[in-house]
C-alpha cells in the first residue's frame, strides 16, 4: 500500500509538471519568440514559478491542476482512490490513466450525463 500510494503520487506530480512546463513554454514563445524551457527553471522546484503562472493559465488547465493537488493531499491523507460520489474504490486501471480522477466511472457517466462537470 506504501508502495502504491508512492506510485500514484509520482504520477501526480508529474502530470502536474507537465502541464506546468507546457504552459511556461507556451508563454516562453509568446513573449520572447524563444523556444525551450529555461535551464534554471528545470532545476528548480515548482513553487516558486506556479504562482506567477496562474495568471496564463486556462480554466481547464487550473482545474486540472487543482483536482492534481486536491488528489495529492487525499494521498496524504489516505482517502485517495475513492469516488467523492458514491465513496467506491476508483479501479486502478483508470487511476492510471487518470490519476487526480475524483470519481468512479459509473458516477463520471451520470455527472456528465446531467450537465455537470
Ligand atoms: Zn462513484
Excluded: W
Excluded at 59 to 81: C, P, Q, V
Excluded at 89 to 105: D, N, Q, T
Aim: aromatic content about 6%; overall charge positive.
Amino acid at each position: 500500500m506504501k508502495q502504491e500510494k508512492k506510485y500514484y503520487l509520482n504520477l501526480l506530480e508529474k502530470e502536474k509538471e507537465k502541464i506546468l512546463k507546457n504552459l511556461l513554454y507556451a508563454r516562453e514563445v509568446i513573449e520572447k519568440g524563444e523556444k525551450g524551457i529555461p535551464t534554471h527553471i528545470a532545476d528548480h522546484g515548482t513553487d516558486e514559478f506556479e504562482k506567477d503562472l496562474e495568471v496564463g493559465l486556462s480554466n481547464s488547465e487550473r482545474k486540472i491542476l487543482e483536482e492534481i493537488d486536491l488528489a495529492i493531499k487525499k494521498i496524504k491523507e489516505g482517502t485517495y482512490g475513492k469516488c467523492d460520489n458514491c465513496k467506491q474504490p476508483i479501479s486502478k486501471a483508470r487511476l492510471k490513466a487518470l490519476p487526480y480522477a475524483r470519481f468512479c466511472i459509473k458516477c463520471q457517466t451520470e455527472r456528465e450525463k446531467s450537465g455537470k462537470k
